[in-house]
């Protein structure tokens, strides 16, 4: 039997506590010292806007540790020392362990702008931001939101459900453009000002003043406009939450530096989720990806090698999923903002510039890359299958209704992006087969 501590109860850490205790009769103690249960972080912004109480954001309920012998310690770990395999707790309790797991998460980022620690400016990260928010939220007439990003944009929402006037300053000139191409960019550009939210791309934040009361009074920007505000949100993005770890000897980098295994330069310590960072990344990956899924399949991948059945750390293919206000997307495999030498895209978009459709491929045998969308929703299954067989795409574009997810009575876009492609190859034309429905969807998904 040996003693399992896990230090963080996300979905990395608690993903990987569940898979142990199923395979496994391992002590197991979970710490942290944000919460004493699990709960859905993304769903932190749901109750800021009424949609959900706390308890609704707990997967498990709260008898469910106790019944699976997975003990809950509310701490926080000031220091680990792997020679002596003991962590020492900000209570003066110091606990041994013979395994321990790394899952700490992400911090939100500061870059040292003057102004930054006032009362008033926060992140959104924590279940503690969202009762600092709550605090700072009263009397609210104007906030400014610093970054763009999927943080940001929940901010942005969230705020504006309590009708609060938004300015949002975004460094870089396109939205999020390591992650999408023009068109997408500024269909989720035009969809944030249709929501009545002032957004200036290529600005930037230079400080932030205090007014008499000591509290956040403006922002002023690098062109040095000052913008009044009582609320500055800074969502310029997340990194490893790993400081605590400073000259304990565990290897780190921007993050936890762990092999394929998820092994640290100490063989009895592990690290997952948020915090980890892949030396040797695959292709196409990078070395820390804090998604909750990535999260989720690290958690996995540990329990089964802690419990004898040595498993290498497989992130699988790329997908992840997000909503902009109420514009969704999804996106299945890979689709850069611009083409790769020998890669070709094909896209559609409406005319309200409300839905988008892009299959990314190469040119020379027409295998699909991957999948972008913005307001039509696909079979991830779906995707994932014609992906992995390495489907062409005048097989994907002629089957292509099958994936769609939409409500049945929803209008369908697929034949128009079929229309594009026959437009530009006229020499072949292709036909939209007729869809199937679910029943064919489900025997293509048992065919997995």
């Not at 749901?46 to 959900?52: E, N, S, T, V």
């Not at 942005?156 to 000139?173: C, G, K, N």
């Not at 000052?226 to 605590?244: A, H, K, R, W, Y």
Request: charged share 25%.
């Amino acid at each position: 039997m040996k003693r399992i501590v896990i230090i963080g109860n996300g979905i990395a850490g608690i993903t990987a506590a569940r898979h142990i205790r199923k395979r496994s009769d391992h002590p197991i103690t979970v710490i942290s010292a944000e919460s004493d249960h699990f709960f859905s972080r993304t769903a932190l912004m749901y109750i800021y806007m009424g949609h959900m109480a706390y308890e609704n954001t707990k997967p498990y309920e709260d008898a469910f540790w106790e019944k699976n012998r997975i003990e809950l310690l509310r701490e926080y770990v000031q220091r680990v020392d792997p020679e002596k395999r003991q962590l020492h707790l900000a209570g003066g309790r110091d606990l041994d362990y013979d395994i321990l797991i790394l899952a700490t998460g992400s911090k939100s980022n500061r870059f040292g702008w003057p102004g930054q620690d006032l009362p008033g400016v926060q992140s959104l990260y924590s279940l503690q931001d969202l009762k600092l928010l709550e605090h700072n939220s009263r009397s609210l007439q104007r906030a400014v939101i610093i970054g763009g990003g999927l943080i940001g944009i929940e901010l942005a929402e969230m705020l504006r459900s309590r009708r609060i006037d938004i300015t949002f300053l975004v460094r870089e000139t396109k939205w999020m453009d390591f992650a999408f191409p023009r068109e997408e960019a500024e269909m989720i550009e035009d969809h944030i000002r249709e929501h009545h939210i002032d957004l200036r791309m290529a600005t930037e934040l230079d400080r932030i003043e205090a007014g008499a009361d000591g509290r956040v009074r403006s922002v002023v920007t690098k062109d040095g406009e000052e913008i009044p505000c009582q609320l500055v949100g800074l969502t310029v993005g997340v990194s490893p939450n790993i400081d605590f770890l400073a000259g304990s000897g565990i290897e780190t980098q921007r993050g936890i530096l762990v092999d394929d295994f998820l092994r640290t330069n100490y063989p009895e310590i592990y690290a997952a989720g948020d915090c980890a960072q892949i030396r040797n990344p695959q292709p196409g990956r990078r070395p820390i990806e804090p998604l909750w899924y990535t999260g989720r399949t690290m958690g996995e991948t540990l329990a089964r090698t802690i419990c004898g059945q040595e498993t290498a750390y497989d992130p699988g293919r790329w997908f992840n999923s997000a909503k902009f206000l109420d514009l969704e997307w999804q996106v299945y495999g890979q689709v850069p903002p611009l083409p790769g030498e020998g890669e070709e895209t094909l896209f559609w978009q409406d005319e309200g510039g409300q839905k988008s459709l892009r299959i990314h491929s190469r040119k020379d045998d027409g295998v699909v890359l991957g999948f972008n969308l913005m307001g039509i929703r696909y079979r991830h299954e779906l995707c994932e299958q014609w992906l992995a067989e390495g489907r062409t795409l005048r097989y994907v574009l002629e089957n292509l209704g099958a994936a769609n997810f939409d409500p049945e009575f929803y209008r369908q876009h697929e034949a128009a992006l079929l229309e594009i492609y026959n437009r530009q190859y006229p020499g072949a034309p292709l036909r939209l087969k007729r869809r199937r429905g679910l029943r064919h969807f489900f025997q293509l998904r048992k065919a997995v």
